[in-house]
């Protein structure tokens, strides 16, 4: 039991997705360790308990499934599927008349059927993560152990994890978890897009959460990133006032981006195909700031054709008809493989053959997707612009924005996410429409800082002055030509940091549709020299943690 | 045997929601139905990690076949489920 007499104590972590919340601590049930293997004398009975785990398994996704929705509810009765699947019955048999018992022979034949979705690669490569969750679900059963995933404890709850894979996170209800925390992760990890997407508070790299011990309840600040383990009922319930008035006031905001002296700023949302937005509050929203559309490419052994494009996009174009909609054309390669694009593996992916490089090797990939894109444009009356994604030099953006043109498409841009790009915007921009900043690659390339590496999180963060600086080298080259400027990186996201980028210079923000109340109010609340002066002082502070501080307290 | 050689119309090709239907429905017929693609093996079309294993995209022609009683009317079915755009279905119960 939680000592209710000690005083609370302070953890630290990095604060990912903005807002407040306490409650009781739930933490995500660790996957089951395997004892050591046990003789087996009755194969029959040892065959009909590994049976009965596989039932069990089943039961509990398909009622996850059932109590989910959209897409989740499908993931997760795909998965129920796998559970039953013959297949795996046989194989376990055989394991089991090989002398194994349950649990060991659960766990190779799922290591099995792994290697070989793995082998595959690509998306189904993805996929055997998803296989190893049914593993965890079938052993805990077999071995008597409580299922691992997401907790139910029957009140809501802040979720405490190590960190989150997103097969831990499907079907996450928002209405009993409160906030997340997690020990590890960094600022574009998994965690902090989901939290960011469901407008949950959250804390990641948070050293010393996971000894909080269960049931102690927790006041959680995800824009400074303190937790407070062991506070009081009386506390807790002040944070939740406190909450709950922050979100009316957020709402309470309507209409277009602007500061409070009426200097307009595009409020614009990130998606993954038109159905991203469903059931989203667009108020305001000036169009899709980032439409990724990988999506299409997904799963595939040959990369989609015209028409099936052509009808995708459109789709999207017809979301904002009087709205502006930026499309980034295929960001695949070393990084993120496709079968059919047939690159060879890289010993550094994220130095390697990926986005707009592809095209080298592949031109005709981009060349068919511009025309699908230039054709669905025709037929919209939403303002479509098209922009590349890994440009580094001015050379490449010519190429790109002469290819573009030449399938009658008026306005192409490219991104800035390396910071080559950024250190030349000025000569972009002399071939190039508009610049987007990406700020998740610009932070990994400019601090070189892996985006996946929890333990370098704090250089990975979007307050790093340095990554502060090539944004503020690209909007003033922006400025000098009259040209866009805008970022769509998680960074966008960060209502603390909108007046920030605003001062320095930046005229677009594109983040999840979700983000967008916090950002607008944000925005709101400061004038445009406020602004500029708030971009001072971050770019005056010697890391990440300083320059936030420095414009929290101001 | 009987067989059936159909394009599959599902957005997405056989994952996810059309590859959990397909194989529900397979599981339903009283005959065991196979699937391959091309002329590579003939794998369980009951089984979901023997169908996504398969990494059937869009527009990729499979080929059904079964044997025995009944055969002929489990392949229409799920022929004809096939060539459905199942991605584009809501589900009936959501």
């Known amino acids: 039991m939680p000592d209710l007499d000690a005083p609370p104590r302070a953890l630290q972590g990095i604060g990912v997705g903005p807002g407040l919340s306490a409650g009781a601590v739930a933490r995500m049930a660790a996957p089951p360790a395997l004892p050591d293997p046990r003789p087996v004398t009755d ?69 099995r059927h792994r290697e070989l979705l793995a082998s595959l690669g690509g998306y189904l490569g993805e996929r055997a993560a998803d296989l190893d969750d049914i593993a965890h679900r079938a052993i805990a059963a077999a071995l008597g152990r409580p299922m691992p995933g997401l907790p139910s404890p029957g009140h809501p709850f802040v979720l405490v994890a190590d960190d989150l894979a997103p097969a831990d996170t499907v079907g996450l209800d928002t209405g009993t978890v409160l906030a997340l925390v997690t020990e590890r992760g960094g600022p574009t990890s998994h965690t902090a897009i989901l939290a960011r997407a469901l407008g949950l508070p959250a804390v990641v790299g948070c050293a010393g959460i996971l000894e909080v011990p269960e049931g102690t309840v927790v006041a959680v600040d995800g824009t400074s990133g303190q937790v407070r383990a ?50 989203a509050d667009l108020d305001g929203v000036a169009g899709v700031g980032l439409f990724r559309t990988e999506f299409l490419f997904l799963g595939r052994k040959d990369a989609p054709g015209l028409d099936e494009q052509v009808a995708a996009y459109a789709e999207a174009f017809a979301l904002f008809p009087e709205g502006t909609v930026v499309v980034r054309t295929l960001d695949a ?35 068919t997707q511009l025309e699908a894109v230039a054709r669905a444009a025709e037929q919209a009356t939403a303002d479509v612009w098209v922009m590349a994604p890994m440009v580094s ?101 960060d209502p603390a940091l909108a007046p920030v980028l605003v001062g320095l210079g930046v005229t677009k923000l594109s983040m999840s549709a979700r983000s967008v109340p916090a950002v607008r109010a944000r ?7 406020a602004c500029e002066d708030l971009a001072r002082r971050a770019l005056d502070a010697a890391d990440a943690a300083e320059a936030r501080a420095a414009v929290l307290s101001s | 045997m009987p067989t059936r050689t159909v394009a599959v119309a599902a957005r997405t090709g056989l994952h996810a929601r059309p590859a959990a239907l397909f194989v529900k429905a397979a599981a339903d017929q009283e005959t065991p139905v196979r699937i391959r693609v091309g002329d590579g093996p003939a794998v369980p079309a009951a089984s979901m990690l023997a169908v996504l294993s398969l990494g059937v995209g869009h527009g990729t022609e499979v080929t059904l076949e079964a044997d025995g009683p009944g055969a002929d009317a489990a392949l ?19």
């Open chain 1, 230 to 279: 062991g506070v009081g009922d009386d506390e807790a319930a002040g944070v939740r006032a406190r909450a709950a008035e922050e979100r009316s006031r957020l709402t309470a905001g309507r209409g277009p981006g602007r500061t409070a002296d009426g200097h307009p700023v595009d409020l614009m949302v990130n998606i993954g195909s038109a159905a991203d937005l469903r059931g």
């Open chain 1, 523 to 529: 925005l709101a609340a400061h004038d445009r020299a």
């Open chain 1, 393 to 493: 030099t001015p050379v490449e953006a010519a190429a790109f924005v002469e290819r573009a043109r030449a399938f009658g498409l008026r306005t192409a841009g490219v991104m800035v996410e390396v910071p080559a790009a950024a250190l030349r915007a000025d000569r972009l921009l002399q071939v190039a429409d508009f610049l987007s900043i990406g700020t998740n690659d610009l932070s990994q390339y400019t601090l070189a800082a892996d985006r996946q590496s929890g333990a370098l999180a704090d250089l990975l963060d979007p307050w790093q002055p340095a990554l502060l600086q090539l944004i503020a080298a690209c909007a003033e080259a922006g400025r000098r030509s009259g040209r866009s400027v805008g970022v769509c990186g998680e960074a966008a996201a």
């Open chain 2, 76 to 94: 229409d079915a799920l022929a004809a489920l096939l060539a459905r755009d199942l991605d584009a279905e809501e589900p009936a119960d959501a």
């Open chain 1, 43 to 111: 194969p029959e009975r040892e065959l009909a308990d590994a049976v009965r785990a596989l039932e069990a398994a089943e039961a509990d996704l398909r009622a996850r499934s059932e109590a989910a929705d959209g897409e989740a509810r499908d993931i997760l009765s795909a998965q129920a599927m796998i559970a039953a699947d013959p297949t795996l019955r046989d194989g376990v048999a055989e394991r089991v008349r090989a002398g194994e018992d349950a649990a060991h022979a659960l766990r190779s034949t799922f290591d």
């Open chain 1, 333 to 367: 390669g070393a990084d993120k493989p496709l079968p059919f694009l047939g690159l060879p593996e890289e010993p550094n992916p994220a130095l390697g053959v990926r986005g707009l490089r592809v095209a080298r090797d592949r031109p005709e990939i981009l060349d």
